[in-house]
């Protein structure tokens, strides 16, 4: 259920359907109305963050009070975040209890590595599938192979794994075949039967090695003298042609140093923190080259982690200025389940059209 503010009624944004409560007035409510989760609609400049902004404020004052919530803040302008850092430090909140994600302000060094979520290959594939404008069909082949590459390497990286390999895994089919080869080799690797799928997936579904006739002979394709690979049997992947945009996502993403710096991380903050104790995490979203890509891929982990936690010990709140410029989704587990979970999500909406609206 959504509780909306605004003349109009909202019905749908990014194929979320929402049911309707209207209000004409913004206000506080107890946290089981809040599980209720609302929506902002204003085209005037900075009248929803005023109004999200009151019930940020109501959570860090119970959070200063002791109270255990967690706090989930995800923006692209930073009003939020400046206004909430002044009341913060009025409230002597702890800086161990603040993390704050910018693809934008270097100023911020807290960092976070969707990869290595327990969920990554799930989360980060359909995030990154999504925000690709390739036709549907195409989107489940790519986030298919997307879970087998993040799969591939956390296995081969573990705690170093990151968007740089992930790039280069994609890139080098050469290089993808090594490391499958090494996995490969691990001793005792048949007794884990995550990496046989892994080796077995990238085996018999991806690579092409290449072979040539010679002499009357059919003998494998070899790398010239001076190439990198002198020596080794040329292969290619099945799926060149069908992850040419995932990889330029990707190399967007990258290209945007203070957002490689977060995503490269080797920081220990995972999503479960935010959810099982009392955190306050602002994720500041940029346009810069991949910033949004940010907010994308800490909803689809923190709405996994969110479903998935094995006991609910506290209310959990999701708040999302203008919230079109980022995958909505995932969250509808939360709409529909927002009592049971104890949780809530605030959107607003600034820019919207017709289109968007009932009678």
């Known amino acids: ?20 409560h209207v ?15 609302e929506a902002f609609l204003c085209k005037e400049t900075g009248k929803s963050p005023s109004h999200l902004l009151r019930r940020i404020t109501d959570d860090l004052i119970r959070i200063a009070r002791g109270e255990e919530r967690s706090l989930v803040v995800l923006e692209e302008k930073g009003t939020l975040l400046r206004n909430a850092e002044k009341q913060m430090n009025g409230l002597a909140i702890s800086p161990t209890q603040v993390v704050i994600l910018s693809s934008c302000n270097p100023q911020f060094e807290s960092g976070w590595n969707p990869l290595l979520e327990e969920h990554a290959p799930h989360t980060v594939s359909k995030a990154l599938a999504r925000s690709l404008s390739v036709d549907e069909n195409l989107k489940s082949i790519i986030e298919r192979d997307c879970v ?27 290089y993808l075949a090594n490391v499958v080869i090494q996995l490969q080799e691990i001793k005792d690797m048949d007794k884990n039967p995550e990496w046989s799928s892994i080796i077995d ?14 002499d009357g002979v059919i003998v494998p394709s070899i790398y010239p003298i001076g190439h990198q690979y002198e020596s080794q049997q040329i292969v290619i992947s099945r799926h060149e042609t069908t992850n040419v945009e995932l990889i ?20 220990t903050f995972r999503v479960p923190d935010a959810i099982n104790s009392s955190k306050i995490v602002f994720i500041h979203s940029s346009n810069l080259k991949g910033g949004k890509m940010l907010g994308n891929l800490f909803l689809y982990a923190f709405v996994m982690e969110l479903v998935k936690r094995p006991t609910v010990a506290h209310s959990c709140f999701l708040t999302v200025d203008d919230s079109r410029n980022y995958d909505l989704l995932p969250i ?28």
């Open 1 to 20: 259920m959504f509780r909306l503010f605004g003349n109009k009624i909202f019905k749908k944004a990014k194929d979320v359907r929402f049911k309707k």
């Open 201 to 214: 997936y990238f085996n018999n579904y991806i690579f092409s090695y290449l072979h040539h006739e010679h």
């Open 148 to 174: 087998w590459m993040i799969r591939l390497a956390k296995a081969f990286f573990q705690e170093n794994v990151n968007f740089t390999h992930l790039l280069h895994l994609y890139k080098d089919c050469r």
């Open 332 to 359: 509808e587990w939360i709409l529909q389940k927002g009592k049971e979970l104890k949780s809530g999500v605030y959107l607003s909406f600034q820019k919207y059209t017709k289109s968007l609206f009932g009678d």
């Open 248 to 267: 330029r996502l990707l190399e967007e993403i990258l290209s945007n140093r203070q957002l490689s710096k977060i995503l490269n991380s080797t920081s």
């Open 23 to 37: 209000s004409t007035e913004p206000s506080l409510f107890t946290d089981i109305d809040r599980f209720f989760s």
